[in-house]
């Protein structure tokens, strides 16, 4: 019932920026933490930026400094700024929610993941 689709990935130069989005839709009484992992071939799903429902942010180090993570609560969406990408960046990123039912349980979403590519 609940869906969550990602959106704004693609192709850039290294240097260049990307907007990725993420909406949450379907049956839920709140979302709690959103957040953004990647995954590159032949590693590891790792975190990239979370922001919890009161905006508080947490960044991976390989990240801090260039990429902004934000969220519309209205909009149920979360969005994740891009800036001086690197050819590492290079990754499926994948959005995850914390949505909380009628019942108070909490339970994460995942989208399906967007490709990102650095090229240089």
């Known amino acids: 019932q609940v869906q969550v689709v990602e959106s704004g990935g693609g192709l850039v130069q290294a240097g260049g920026s990307l907007r990725l989005s993420c909406a949450a839709s379907g049956s839920m009484f709140s979302i709690n933490a959103m957040g953004w992992y990647r995954q590159a071939p032949g590693k590891q799903r790792e975190l990239v930026a979370v922001i919890s429902s009161g905006g508080s942010t947490n960044y991976a180090d390989s990240v801090k400094g260039r990429f902004t993570i934000s969220r519309d609560n209205a909009k149920n969406t979360v969005y994740l700024q891009m800036n001086s990408l690197k050819l590492e960046d290079t990754a499926v990123y994948y959005c995850?929610?914390?949505?909380?039912?009628?019942?108070?349980?909490?339970?994460?979403?995942w989208g399906q993941g967007t490709q990102v590519t650095v090229s240089s």
């Open positions: 995850n929610a914390l949505i909380r039912s009628s019942d108070y349980s909490v339970k994460p979403y």
